[in-house]
């Protein structure tokens, strides 16, 4: 077996854990050098094309690692969250106006209005299947007394097609079409 070279260089220190450890390899050796001036501009132009391009590269990443995070913590800032919007007179003395209630799949469940008193308006709560589909709406009166529900069918890229609206007794009262025209620009 041939026998290893000694090690001539000092161990390399642990990075930080909040510090980017980067490592640049510069394969050659020293026959490799620029034997003249137009073969050493060349090299330095061609250097700096790699450099330019490794920059590139690192800034797309870079930018969609942040807009995947982005994503993600948009949709997690709905599971379990109740948003409530508030009104403030000019003494300061605030009353609530609106409330809206996520499930933990980060999916509207319920969303009540208020009065400036602060008493409720009227009340929606919403019901969906397990594939993530809304299929009711029920509308809820200032004593929770159900006023009227809603059904919904979808077309087939997940739109709503046909929208259904029912009494409390389950008399249907109307029903909404939607269309969807795509307009060239």
């Known amino acids: 077996y041939p026998e290893e070279p000694p090690r001539t260089s000092e161990p390399i220190p642990a990075a930080r854990e909040d510090r980017a450890v980067q490592e640049v390899v510069v394969v050659g050796d020293a026959d490799d050098r620029p034997t003249n001036?137009?073969?050493?501009?060349?090299?330095?132009?061609?250097?700096?094309?790699i450099i330019i391009i490794a920059l590139a590269l690192l800034t797309c990443l870079s930018a969609t690692a942040q807009n995947s995070s982005a994503s993600q913590e948009q949709k997690m800032d709905k599971k379990n969250l109740v948003v409530k919007e508030w009104n403030a007179n000019?003494?300061?003395t605030r009353t609530l106006d609106h409330?809206?209630?996520y499930s933990p799949e980060g999916r509207k469940?319920?969303?009540?209005?208020?009065d400036y008193t602060g008493k409720q308006k009227w009340r929606k709560r919403f019901e969906w299947n397990g594939n993530g589909v809304m299929t009711r709406e029920l509308l809820y009166d200032e004593r929770n007394r159900l006023v009227n529900y809603k059904k919904f069918?979808?077309?087939e890229f997940g739109k709503?097609?046909?929208q259904y609206t029912y009494n409390p007794k389950g008399k249907l009262i109307s029903t909404k079409t939607y269309e969807y025209i795509t307009q060239d620009a």
Do not use: H, L
């Open 160 to 162: 709503r097609k046909v």
């Open 109 to 114: 469940i319920e969303e009540t209005e208020y």
């Open 90 to 92: 000019a003494k300061g």
């Open 153 to 155: 069918e979808f077309n």
């Open 99 to 101: 409330m809206t209630i």
């Open 37 to 49: 001036e137009n073969d050493q501009i060349s090299t330095s132009t061609d250097m700096k094309k």
